[in-house]
C-alpha cells in the first residue's frame, strides 16, 4: 500500500516536470521532436512531447507482461506498448519511416550498442532525429562498475558483423559478473551477499543469467565516453548523422543526446 502509494506519488512528480531533473528531457523534446515517431522502452514514463507531436511505443513486451514484471510500479502509469516487438531491432519498422526515436534508460540495455544505433538510424527520415538518455554508471547502481571503453563497443560490434554471435555472448560474461557483484548488491539490499559470492557460485549464476539472455545494463557511460561512442558512431558508421546537442539532465545522473540525420540524406 505504502509502496504503491509512494510508486504513483513519484510518477507524478515526474509527470509534471517541475524538478529541474526531468525539465531537460521536456525542454529537448519541445525544442527537437515533430512529427511522428516511436519511444522505446518507456515503460511507466513515456517523454513528455509537445502538442502535434505523435508517438508509437515500442516494448519488447506487452504492457500486462510490464505490469507483472514491475510489482512495484503503479499499473496505472505504465503504458500501452503499440508494437511489442525487439526494439533493439526494430524488425517492422519501415526504412526511413519515423520523424524520430527516442530511447530514454535503453541503450544502456543493449549488448551491442553500434548495432543498436544503426538499427534506430535506418527507421528514421532524412531530418529525422534520434533523441536518447543514458544513466550515468556513477551516479546510479552501476556506481563501482569500470566505464566502458570505445574499443569494447567497436569489437562488440565488429563480432557480430563478421559472424562471430558466440563470441559476443562470451564477453558478456564479464558484464553479468559485474552486474550480480556491483550493480544487483548496490540496487538491492536483499542482494548484498552476491557481493561475497564463491567463485562456483557466481559461475552458475552467470551460466543462468548468460542461458536465458537476462536484460542488465550491460555497459557503463560517463558523459565523455557516451559522447565518444556518439562520435565514433557518426563519423565511421553513419556519417549522414550528426550530434546536435548533449545535455546534462537529472542534475547530471544522466546524458541526453540528440542526433540529426542531415536533411540531405539520400537525395
Ligand atoms: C529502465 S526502463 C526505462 C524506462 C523509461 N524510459 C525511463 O526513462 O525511465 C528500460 C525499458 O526498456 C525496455 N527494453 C529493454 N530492452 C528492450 C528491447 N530490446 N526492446 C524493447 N524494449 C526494451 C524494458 O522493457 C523497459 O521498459
Not at 222 to 228: D, G, I, K, L, M
Request: some cysteine.
Amino acid at each position: 500500500m505504502a509502496t504503491r502509494f509512494l510508486s504513483s506519488l513519484k510518477a507524478a512528480v515526474k509527470e509534471s516536470g517541475i524538478f529541474p531533473s526531468y525539465l531537460a528531457r521536456k525542454r529537448a523534446a519541445a525544442r527537437f521532436l515533430r512529427g511522428s515517431g516511436l519511444e522505446i522502452g518507456e515503460l511507466h514514463f513515456p517523454l513528455q512531447v509537445p502538442s502535434g507531436v505523435t508517438v508509437k511505443y515500442v516494448d519488447y513486451v506487452s504492457r500486462e507482461e510490464n505490469i507483472r514484471k514491475f510489482p512495484e510500479l503503479d499499473a496505472a502509469s505504465i503504458v500501452p506498448t503499440d508494437y511489442v516487438e525487439d526494439g533493439f531491432t526494430l524488425a517492422s519498422i519501415p526504412d526511413c519511416s519515423q520523424d524520430f526515436v527516442i530511447a530514454n534508460h535503453v541503450l544502456e540495455h543493449a549488448s551491442n550498442p553500434l548495432q543498436v544505433l544503426s538499427n534506430w538510424a535506418r527507421g528514421l527520415r532524412p531530418g529525422g532525429t534520434l533523441f536518447i538518455t543514458v544513466p550515468i554508471g556513477s551516479r546510479c547502481f552501476d556506481k563501482g562498475r569500470p566505464l566502458t571503453p570505445l574499443q569494447h563497443f567497436i569489437d562488440d560490434y565488429e563480432l557480430v558483423r563478421d559472424g562471430n554471435p558466440q563470441s559476443l555472448d562470451e564477453k558478456n560474461r564479464l558484464h553479468y559478473r559485474e552486474w550480480l557483484t556491483i550493480s544487483t548488491p548496490n540496487s538491492d539490499a536483499r542482494n548484498r551477499h552476491y557481493r561475497n559470492l564463491s567463485g562456483e557460485e557466481l559461475e552458475s549464476l552467470v551460466e543462468t543469467m548468460s542461458a536465458g539472455k537476462a536484460e542488465i545494463h550491460f555497459h557503463v557511460f560517463s558523459r565523455e565516453s557516451f559522447v565518444t561512442l556518439l562520435d565514433y558512431f557518426t563519423t565511421c558508421i553513419r556519417s549522414d548523422f550528426s550530434v546536435k546537442a548533449v545535455i546534462r539532465s537529472r542534475g547530471g545522473a544522466e546524458s541526453l543526446a540528440i542526433l540529426e540525420r542531415s536533411p540531405q540524406a539520400g537525395r
